[in-house]
C-alpha cells in the first residue's frame, strides 16, 4: 500500500503534517476528513510502501532488530497505560501514531489502527508487520485479547521485550572491548609486516650476513604479505562465502550451533543465555493465557540455537501425545538438570509460570556471573597472544643485529 505524504489544516486552524497509508490520493483525502482534516497538499512518498507485510510464499521478509525491539517496548507500554485508562483501542493506536518515534513505525501503526477499525483483532493486524512484531507478540495480544486483559498482557509484554534487549546487551557490551582489542592488534600487526619489517630485513640482508631461522621465517611472511595480499583477502572472501553457505544448511547449522554450546567458558555462556530466554518466554506465554502446546512452540522461535531448538520440538510433540512438560525435557540431554527438577515440581504443584519466572531469574544472574568470567578469560588471553606475536617479531629483528655486534 502506498504511503502519503500531507499537508492539513486541523478544527483549531493549525498546520500539520504527516504521512498516511491509501490505495489512492482519493482515499487517503477521505481518511483525512474522517480525522477531521482539510488536505492542503498530498502527494505520494516516492520510495516508500507500507513494510513488513508477511506474504506466503515471499522471501526476505524483514525481522526485528534491536532498535526496533526497544521502539515496540517503549510503544506496548504506552498503549497499556492508555487501554488502563479507559481509553478505546483505536483511540488508544491514534495518539501513539501521533508520538510515534520515527516515519517507519508511525506508518506501522496506521496501517495496524485501519486493520482494527475493520474489524481485524489486534492480534492479526500486528503479525502484518514482521519487521515490528514477532509471532511471540502476536500470541501474546490474541491470548490478552480473548481474555479481556489485554492492557495486562502489554504490560508484561513490553517487561518482557525490555529483559530480552538488556539479557542481549549484557553479552554484546563484555564482547565488545575483546573485539575491539583484537581488531587493533591485527591492524598493528599487519602493519609491521607490511611496512615496518621489509625495511629492517632489507637493511639485514644488505650486510650479507647469515641469518637465524626466526628472521628467515619472518622474511618469508613479511614477503607473502606483501606480494599476495590481495590473494590474501581473496581467500578471506571465499572462506566468509563458504563458511556462510555451511551455515545457511540445516546440517551445517546444527554442527555450528552444537560445536557452540561446546566450547568452554562461551558455551556456558550461551547456554546460561538460552536458559534464561527460554524460562521467561515461556512463563510470559503461559501468564498471559496462551495454551501450552502453543507456548513451547513460539519459545522454540526466540532460542538461537538448532540444538536447543530440536530439543524443545521434541519436547512439544511429547506433550502433544499426552506426556508432561518435565519428562521429554529431562530425556532430551539439552536442559541442565535443575531446570528438568523445577519444571517438574512447578507442574505438579500447579505453579509452572510462577517456577519459570524463578528459574529466569536465576539464569539471569548466571549471565551476569558467565559473562563476567568470560571477559575475564578472553582479556588476558588477547594481550598475551598479541604480546607473544609482537616479540616474536622483535626477537627475529633484533637476534641478527646482536648477530653483526659479536662479529
Known sequence: ????????????????????????????????????????????????????????????????????????????????????????????????????????????????????????????????????????????????ESAGSLDKVLVRLAGFLQAQTRLKN???????????????????????????????????KGRGQDLPLPTHILITCSNFLVNYWLLVLIGLLLLTIGFQVFLNSDRGSLAWDRFKLRLPVFGDLMRKQAMARFSITLATLLRSGVPALQAIQVTKSVLDNKVLQNALQGVHDRVLEGTDIATPMKMSGAFPSTITYMVGVGEQAGNLEEMLERIAGTYDEEVDLATQKLTSVIEPLIIVLLAVVVAGIVIAIVMPLLQLQRA
Open 1 to 144: 500500500m502506498p504511503i502519503f505524504e500531507y499537508k492539513a489544516i486541523d478544527g483549531e486552524n493549525k498546520t500539520k503534517k504527516g504521512i498516511i497509508d491509501a490505495d489512492t490520493p482519493r482515499d487517503a483525502r477521505l481518511k483525512l476528513k474522517k480525522e477531521r482534516l482539510f488536505v492542503t497538499d498530498i502527494r505520494e512518498a516516492k520510495g516508500k510502501k507500507t513494510g513488513g507485510v508477511r506474504i506466503k510464499g515471499v522471501t526476505g521478509v524483514e525481522t526485528p532488530n534491536k532498535a526496533r525491539t526497544e521502539q515496540v517496548a517503549a510503544v506496548t507500554r504506552q498503549m497499556a497505560s492508555l487501554l488502563q485508562a479507559g481509553i478505546p483501542l483505536a483511540e488508544a493506536l491514534r495518539m501513539i501514531i501521533e508520538q510515534a518515534p520515527d516515519k517507519k513505525i508511525e506508518s506501522a501503526f496506521r496501517d495496524i489502527r485501519e486493520k482494527v477499525t475493520q474489524g481485524m483483532p489486534l492480534g492479526d493486524a500486528v503479525l502484518q508487520h514482521p519487521a515490528y512484531f514477532t509471532d511471540l507478540y502476536s500470541n501474546m495480544v490474541k491470548a490478552g
Open 170 to 204: 549484557k553479552v554484546g557490551a563484555a564482547l565488545i572491548y575483546p573485539m575491539v582489542m583484537s581488531g587493533v592488534g591485527v591492524i598493528v600487526v599487519a602493519v609491521l609486516m607490511t611496512f615496518v619489517v621489509p625495511r629492517v630485513t632489507q637493511l639485514i
